[in-house]
């Protein structure tokens, strides 16, 4: 039951990543997966002479989508450039995916799913700056590889994938949106697996944090919010392009990539709470008031409104930490630390004196597993860096200051301890309920995602040709 479970769930992955990574790397001029392409892309009559035969064909139709040979020729080559051993995946699962994507796509249309022309161009955009990193920004270099005339022509094309790729993916979310389980499913689900068959799970630690950021000093802070009302004023009162700003001051790494600009959807959260405020509260032309979030002060430019979405730019900058600052937050956690180990305070009262991680501090420190939602964070599947800060601890040991920055690029200063720590193990009901319950839930997914695909199936007109119909299928695509 175990490895079946196991077996599923994988190759979903596996899957999902095939479709998800399409048209996101650059391949270099590559021969065919068939070494005897050439070869089959020619005949030879009885006279010698070369006869033409179709260079590419089309394997298989769903509704008003088809599937080319070629297609399957790329998914291998966009799998292998991405490092993945392809030597156990055959043709015709690759086929099979390739026709699931169309008929999640196909139905998307058939329930009127709408993808905006907006966000299918930001992603667009978003991937040809990521390609032509890659080719050192050689826009020429980058359409022979995609053998296309000019740049239109390439985004043309990029524009349609994209939007079939979206399409499948909010069909397929729309499937399994609103399933769920019970605790009567899940102890049902438990119970069904053999006992030598039940998973087994790593060794686990929960682990508490103290947190010490270094503060910017107020006239830091200060001078930022001069230089972006200085910024704001140009702008406005003096014509000067807003672009120009961001290109030559901005702070935030990700605005290149995505063309200077975001687009925001009301009904669509992104960004971060201060920033969506800012933005939303803007008409075309305007620019906010210097603002704060978490990765620094902001100003926020409106170029252009559609309804409910806006194409926004933005200055971000970060202010600076003196040293001064990050000497005094180090030595104050250190102070911290030895008290701690001196029995006069205790780890859980210091984090709720001092600790400014405000998602920890009032649990005593008590960091949560974004994955499973409890405290248990399981050695073999830790982020790296995490790894190496508590893999050493005993439990109850205190690890020494260690110094890291966040997501936003701020520098903290943080101590560890274990406070529970349970060896591998076989799965156990109660104690492992939360993570039985997902593999009981990602069941139910797989089985909703099979039976929506056999109605569907059923419903849709699907023509398979050449020699894919000899492939053996999980789904009925031949329509036996």
């Known amino acids: ?58 394997e298989g139709v769903v509704g008003d989508y088809i599937v080319l040979n070629s297609d399957i020729d790329k998914e291998f080559l966009q799998l ?30 058939q329930d009127s799913i709408i993808v905006s ?18 080719v050192n920004g050689d826009m020429d270099r980058l359409l022979s590889l995609y053998n296309k005339e000019n740049e239109e022509s390439l985004r043309d094309e990029m524009y349609k994938a994209n939007k079939d790729m979206m399409l499948s993916q909010r069909m397929q979310s729309k499937v399994i949106q609103d399933i769920e389980i019970t605790p009567e499913e899940v102890r049902q689900f438990f119970n069904k697996i053999p006992k030598e068959e039940r998973p087994s799970f790593g060794t686990e630690l929960k ?41 030559l001051y901005g702070q935030d790494p990700g605005i290149k990539q995505s063309g200077y600009k975001y687009t925001l959807n009301r009904k669509k959260p992104r960004m971060v709470k201060e920033f969506r405020e800012a933005a939303f509260a803007l008409q075309e032309g305007e620019v906010s008031e210097p603002f704060e979030s978490d990765f620094g002060f902001h100003i926020v430019y409106c170029e252009k409104i559609r309804g409910q979405e806006y194409d926004v730019s933005h200055v971000l900058l970060i202010p600076k930490v003196s040293d001064d600052a990050v000497i005094e ?42 994955e499973t939602q409890d405290y248990n964070f399981e050695l073999t599947r830790m982020d790296p860096e995490f790894y190496s800060q508590i893999q ?5 040991e205190i690890s020494e200051v260690v110094g890291e920055t966040d997501r936003s ?21 109660a ?34 040709t050449g020699s894919m119909r000899g492939c053996e299928f999980s789904s009925n695509w031949l329509k036996k």
């Open 1 to 58: 039951m175990k490895s079946t479970i196991n077996k599923k769930l994988i190759f979903l992955l596996m899957l999902v990543t095939v479709f998800s990574i399409q048209a996101q790397e650059i391949i270099e001029d590559t021969p065919s997966v068939d070494a005897n392409a050439e070869q089959q892309n020619k005949d030879i009559d009885s006279t010698g002479a070369f006869k033409a035969i179709k260079i590419d064909a089309v």
């Open 80 to 109: 292998q450039a991405s490092g993945v051993d392809t030597k156990e995946i055959t043709r015709c699962q690759i086929f099979g995916k390739l026709l699931e994507n169309k008929l999640y796509a196909h139905q998307a249309i």
């Open 117 to 134: 022309d907006a966000e299918i161009r930001n992603s667009v955009d978003y991937q040809v700056q990521q390609f032509l990193q890659q």
């Open 207 to 247: 682990v508490s944090q103290i947190v010490v950021e270094p503060k910017v000093s107020l006239e830091e802070k200060q001078r930022i919010l001069n230089q972006l009302k200085q910024f704001k004023a140009d702008v406005e009162e003096n014509g000067a392009s807003f672009r120009s700003k961001v290109i």
């Open 329 to 370: 937050a180090k030595e104050k956690l250190e102070k911290v630390r030895q008290q701690i180990v001196s029995g006069e305070i205790t780890f859980e009262n210091a984090a709720k004196e001092i600790s400014d991680d405000e998602t920890t501090k009032f649990d005593g420190g008590k960091l949560i597993n974004p």
């Open 392 to 396: 050493d601890l005993k439990e109850g």
């Open 409 to 429: 690029n701020k520098l903290k200063f943080k101590i560890l301890t274990v406070f529970d720590r349970t060896e591998d193990h076989d799965a156990d009901y």
């Open 431 to 464: 104690s492992d309920f939360l993570k039985i319950k997902e593999l009981a839930l990602n069941e139910k997914k797989i089985k909703a995602i099979e039976d929506w695909q056999t109605e569907k199936i059923d419903a849709t007109y699907i023509k398979i």
